[in-house]
């Protein structure tokens, strides 16, 4: 007897189409059990424990390195957070001293000692915070399992769907090597690190179904739409050959996005804007120059502080930069200024309740002159090829702007005094990401050579929604018309003034924007560097006189709602192969 099609709504954490059988996944969990020893059995405890320490870091090493070498920036710096965590000399040192003191088992102490960071974090309501538990988590349960040496299992043979309550990142890593077809999970966000994951690896993934390992069976037949956040069990006909249509259309369409890299990304009357990459580890470039980039329009040097532990040396940064200037010769690449603070917390930070509202970015910068001053100098020795830029973060204001160049004016007279060369023309721009800037941005458009509009936060600040909680992701719209309209303001402004306005937020990215954003007079587009080929493609299919117009009749509109629907049926008439077709019923509705 045939099975009934049950369609499920959740988020589309990664885009794409599969269709295959289902494997439900269980993660089998580790169990401890508290047991005092005795003083002959403390040694071989704590040498129990640095083995098992030391397998761990092995095996995230491996993990780290094979993410490094395939994913992202943002992909592979979760399991370098995993890595600092597991080497914390504090935990370390308080696991050996309760061992000493307490006489209990290393498994034991290790769980218990995870409690009181899960009590901590649970404290906060940021959803961010809380994707660190699970990395916590994940961290203490590879220690616990190599001293019980227990195996984890994450893989399955042959083609399937993984269903899942939730996925930690290695577990999305493992699979991807072998033939997964996509992931669905009852819990998680779009931000959490297996989504972040299935995206860096182009695996569809759809995630917050809520019931799905309830409804699955391992064998079941699924088609999972990560553009649209379903998965259909059990399908019909109709909607397994229509399904089957579009992965042919989109097979076809990728074959013709391979043709594009060596194009210019200019549109069919003669209107040209250019398409960067978006990027953080050397490492990465190489991949950048392949998807047809023209630049680096944001390289977040953060990563030289998250790897140390502390901040580097002008020296260490020197040498760096350097490199990625000779890698990109002649292109252009543009370092953003250390960033840390919000989601890239300091270690001996004070504790802040909103931390994305406090000490971060350029604040912090102005707070620690001397670390400013070493990464501006080092900034300004790499550029001696003119193929260098410098962005300053979360500026707010002119006396903001004026005392950062202020400082930037006396590092170039200390260089100039010492004889260091540089380039005394490089452009200076600034990052529109707090709303206060854009209200400002005539005065400031008086003071620098660019601005990048950086989407993530600039939403994020408008909308009052911490971009990082699922429980109100729905209101984290990039497509409101107060979004819209701030970034029309900033790049009519910057035109006004003679500024090229270029944007790196992830909307740089969203093929259902590039029309639209073109059409706003947008310069350049900085983004995830996979998705260059197929903001190409857009670009070059249609006109700028079009996209005008497209763009006119967006910015009256009043509601997010209309303006996704326009956009969508817009793209759908004219790229089918990227936004695949809205199926009747799609809430949840249980089809005869």
């Known amino acids: 007897m045939a099975k009934q099609e049950i369609i499920l709504k959740g988020l589309p954490a990664s885009g794409g189409i ?26 071989r405890e704590l040498h129990l424990l640095e083995e098992a320490m030391m397998r761990s870091r092995h095996q995230l090493e491996k993990i780290a390195t094979f993410a490094r070498e395939t994913l992202d920036s943002d992909a592979a710096q979760i399991f370098e957070g995993q890595l600092l965590m597991l080497d914390d000399p504090e935990m370390r040192k308080a696991l050996d001293q309760r061992l000493r003191h307490e006489k209990k088992n290393a498994d034991f102490l290790i769980y218990d000692e995870l409690k ?5 974090l649970n404290e906060s309501r940021n959803e961010l915070l809380r994707e660190r538990m699970v990395d916590i988590d994940e961290v203490g349960q590879r220690i616990i399992r190599n001293l019980q040496k227990k195996r984890l299992h994450s893989t ?37 690190h297996a989504a972040i994951l299935s995206r860096s690896l182009k695996i569809p993934a759809v995630t917050a179904l809520h019931t799905v390992t309830a409804m699955v069976e391992t064998g079941d037949e699924v088609i999972i739409d990560g553009q649209r956040g379903l998965l259909i069990i059990n399908p019909c006909d109709e909607h397994r050959l229509d399904y089957h249509r579009k992965i042919k259309r989109i097979e076809r369409f990728e074959s013709e996005l391979k043709g594009l890299v060596d194009l210019p990304s200019v549109t069919q009357d003669g209107h040209k804007v250019e398409l960067s990459a978006n990027a953080e580890f050397i490492n990465e470039l190489e ?29 260490e940064q020197y040498i760096e930069y350097s490199e990625i200037a000779h890698m990109m010769y002649p292109q252009q690449v543009i370092f953003r200024t250390f960033d840390i603070g919000g989601d890239k917390l300091l270690d001996s930070a004070v504790k802040e309740s909103n931390p994305f509202l406090g000490w971060r970015g350029i604040r912090m910068m102005l707070d620690k002159p001397v670390i400013f001053r070493q990464q501006l100098r080092a900034m300004l020795r790499a550029s001696t090829m003119k193929n260098i830029k410098i962005m300053f973060p979360m500026i707010s204001g002119v006396a903001e702007l004026r005392e950062v ?23 200076i721009g600034l990052m529109i990401e707090v709303p206060s800037a854009v ?57 006004r003034h003679g500024l090229w306005v270029g944007m790196c937020g992830e909307m740089a990215g969203n093929p259902l924007a590039t029309v639209l954003l073109l059409g706003l007079g947008l310069d350049e587009f900085s983004m995830v560097p996979s998705v260059i080929p197929e903001v190409k493609k857009i670009i070059r ?46 809430n949840g509705v249980v089809h005869e």
């Open 18 to 43: 599969a269709i295959g059988p289902a494997y439900v996944y269980e993660r089998e969990e580790v169990y401890v059990s508290q047991r005092i020893l005795t003083e002959n059995e403390v040694e």
């Open 116 to 120: 009181k960071y899960r009590a901590m």
């Open 156 to 192: 399955v043979e042959g083609e399937h769907v993984i269903i899942a309550n939730s996925l930690t990142p290695s577990d999305t890593l493992l699979f991807s090597r072998n033939d997964v077809l996509g992931f669905a999970t009852d819990l998680g966000g779009i931000t959490s």
């Open 287 to 315: 991949y950048v120059v392949t998807q047809g980039s023209k630049g680096i329009g944001l390289y977040r040097t953060e990563h030289l502080y998250i790897e140390k532990g502390d901040f580097p040396s002008e020296q």
């Open 405 to 427: 160049l202020n400082m930037l004016e006396d590092v170039r007279g200390e260089l100039r005094d010492e004889g260091i060369s540089f380039d005394e023309s490089m452009q």
């Open 439 to 495: 209200f400002v941005a005539d005065e400031l458009a008086q003071h620098v050579d660019f601005f990048s509009i950086g989407t993530n936060d600039l939403v994020q600040y408008l909308m009052a929604v911490d971009r990082n909680n699922e429980l109100i992701a729905d209101l984290y719209q990039e497509l409101h018309p107060a979004v819209l309209r701030a970034i029309k303001i900033t790049i009519d402004t910057g035109h």
């Open 541 to 586: 299919s249609t006109t700028y006189t079009e996209a005008k117009g497209i763009a006119q009749e967006v910015l009256q509109k009043s509601n997010s709602l209309d303006i996704r629907t326009f956009l969508t049926e817009y793209m759908e008439q004219r790229y089918p192969e990227l936004l695949v077709g809205m199926l009747n019923g799609d």
